[in-house]
């Protein structure tokens, strides 16, 4: 059964940092590339980052602007999102999703960025 379980979301001060993680099992998350998406409330989703299966190649949302960076540690199964300087406008639902042969999403953790 395939499984991308996000954590790490919460309430944090704007300028404060979080670091999201995705634990993904029953599939062979190596073989994956891996991404980051979030989705505030009335917007659509939107791509935060992705990183290649290897983790050889990363690409960000203009939004992000150095603040964030993504990576993954193929041998636990897991890819992390360290969020700094977070602002009020990141609020939203970040969702982890693996790409590959077949598309898997994760359930998605809620990060709010209020004072």
């Known amino acids: 059964q395939v499984q991308l379980v996000e954590s790490g979301g919460g309430l944090v001060q704007p300028g404060g940092s979080l670091r999201l993680s995705c634990a993904a099992s029953?599939?062979?998350?190596?073989?994956?590339?891996m991404s980051w998406y979030r989705q505030a409330p009335g917007k659509e989703r939107e791509l935060v980052a992705f990183i290649t299966s290897g983790g050889g190649t990363i690409t960000y949302g203009d939004f992000v602007k150095g603040r964030f960076t993504i990576s993954r540690d193929n041998a636990k199964n897991t890819m992390y999102l360290q969020m700094n300087s977070l602002k009020p406008e990141d609020t939203a639902v970040y969702y982890c999703k693996a790409v590959g042969p077949y598309a898997y999403w994760g359930q998605g953790t809620q990060v709010t960025v209020s004072s």
């Open positions: 029953g599939f062979t998350f190596s073989s994956y590339g």
